[in-house]
């Protein structure tokens, strides 16, 4: 779920949240002030390492483009992170590459750089 706010009185809310149930979340205050809450069990690297091992994929061979704080933890866990251009700053320090952003089809870039090896 993800919450766009800009109230006090709402963050202190989510962050009851964060500290009495089985979710985790992140307050992103680089977009927007976005307050996020998802499962403890279940990240966006469990679900790659998932697909991987389901597809009979080697991590090193595995590819993911973020912006986000929500980003960091599959950012290092995949091959080859990518941070795009419009992303945060503590993203874009772990990422192996800055591409485009996402208005710039940065995604795009990333996939024919990186994964077709063609030249852009």
């Known amino acids: ?3 766009l706010t800009r109230r006090q ?4 809310i989510y962050q009851h949240w964060l500290h009495s149930t089985e979710l ?3 307050t992103d205050p680089f977009h927007y002030n ?3 809450l998802y499962s403890r069990k279940n990240t966006k690297a469990s679900g790659i390492i998932h697909a991987l091992e389901f ?3 080697d991590i090193k061979d595995s590819y993911a483009f973020g912006d986000g704080l929500n980003d960091l933890e599959m950012i290092r866990t995949v091959g080859t992170g990518l941070a795009m251009a419009n992303g945060n700053p503590k993203l874009k320090a772990i990422a192996k590459d800055i591409v485009p952003s996402v208005h710039e089809d940065g995604v795009a870039y990333g996939v024919k750089k990186y994964v ?3 030249d852009v």
């Open 116 to 118: 077709l090896e063609e």
């Open 24 to 26: 985790t979340g992140i």
């Open 9 to 12: 009185d709402i963050s202190d």
């Open 1 to 3: 779920m993800e919450f």
């Open 55 to 57: 597809l009979n994929i």
């Open 34 to 36: 976005n307050l996020e």
